[in-house]
């Protein structure tokens, strides 16, 4: 039984769609003022083993992501820089759809962008203001939070010895200060020309009820999961909620899903604090894209997770064993001259079993992992009695793992005609034991970017490179 944590209840709950088998997703996307830091893709490796793993399951998702590019932060960084707000936004947003494709994040269906949504979010602030749930003020129009029943529920906070009318205009605030927020703020000349006309007065949207618009005009105004960081459940998932519940009068999301973070020494990785690698940072020390990914994947998703470049190197190796066996069962596929093993497909279906299980329960990775080791350290000692169709069973096992984890890195690589007439010329000084031949040959080779290995069943040769 498929279940997921949901931070509403604080509870692992079975997972129901509202809709048969029809998954509607939204994940908070990035705020695009800057590069992302590898802490933001833990967030988006997270949605994407969880969106990965709902299609393995046979369900038909709806992924939306928003990207953020009008609020505090853009405004102020697009005028540092003396560029406008779209110049500034667009060449962040570029590097960040970039960045997904390098850590092999399935696309979206949809990455709305805020300011392409201003109508939706007027219609929203409009309805709040004739409900009385949204009240005008001199700088602005806020969100009155008394007016909304469970406001507070899923950050767990009481609001009810708040003062009257206390007020917050930032985007941005902790529990100490639940008040009052802003859905729309009224021009002033810090903002330069970043407004749009609205019945209520010039201005620009913020934070909150962007993600508010975004998602009920792609999803509905109730959908199955919303995810994002655990810094998000206060105040901007608390006011989601509000604001999309208020205008609506349904519940706006059944199953809220929330990442821990990935921490620097003690500390979670953040721009504001400075602590913080992006990918590009991390790639330039030659660190691979898949060693990175397979980190971010690695550990459970609530749990916080110590980053350091160790651990990047202990992923690193990892990654390479699942690629090693993946191609040495290609291998075998072409070449094995070995009887059908006769349980191969119960033996896949146990480690599959496994594999499920773990994931089923709240994406219990790392067992899913250690299922998907136990499985190619099991075949790796049965090899010699895998016949070409068995490795096929495997390699076809391992791509069905692969939809969910995105690890894997095969593509056919034919040897440069070169570097085979040396791997045959070794061959040759082997078999007629001029080992001081082959050793050098050996050496050449490895020189060339070729390791050879000698096994029983012949030998193989791999890639030195980086994967
Ligand atoms: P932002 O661009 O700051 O709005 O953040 C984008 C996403 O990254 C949000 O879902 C955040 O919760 C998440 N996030 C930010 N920092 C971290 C971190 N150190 N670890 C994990 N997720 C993070
Ligand atoms: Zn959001």
Redesign the pocket.
Known sequence: MLKFHNTLTRKEEEFKPLHANKVGFY???????NY??I??????IFADLLKRYLKYKGYEVTHVMNL?DVDDKTIRNSQEQGISLTEFTRKYSKYFFEDLITLNIQKADVYPMATAHIPEMIAIIEKLLEKKIAYKTEDGVYYDIKKFKHYGELAHIEVGDLKAGARVANDEYDKQSANDFALWKFWTSKDGDVCWDAPFGKGRPGWHIECSAMSSKYLGESFDIH??????VFPHHQNEIAQSEGASGKKFVKYWM??????VEGK????SLGN?YTLRDVLKKGHSAKAVRYLLLSVHYRQQ?NFTFESIDAAANSVEKINDFYRRMVDDSEKSHANHSKDILEIIEKFKKDFDNALDSDLNISEALAALFEFMNHINKVEETLSQSDAKEVIAAMDTFDSVLGLINYAKDDLEPELRVLIEKREDARKNKDFALADKLREELKNKGIQIDDAKAGFRWKRLKKL
């Open positions: 994940s908070c996307g990035p705020t695009v003022h992302a830091h802490g933001n893709f833990r967030a988006y953020t995810t994002g960081g655990i810094d998000l929330h990442n821990e973070h990935l921490i979670k990785m953040s721009k913080f997770l």
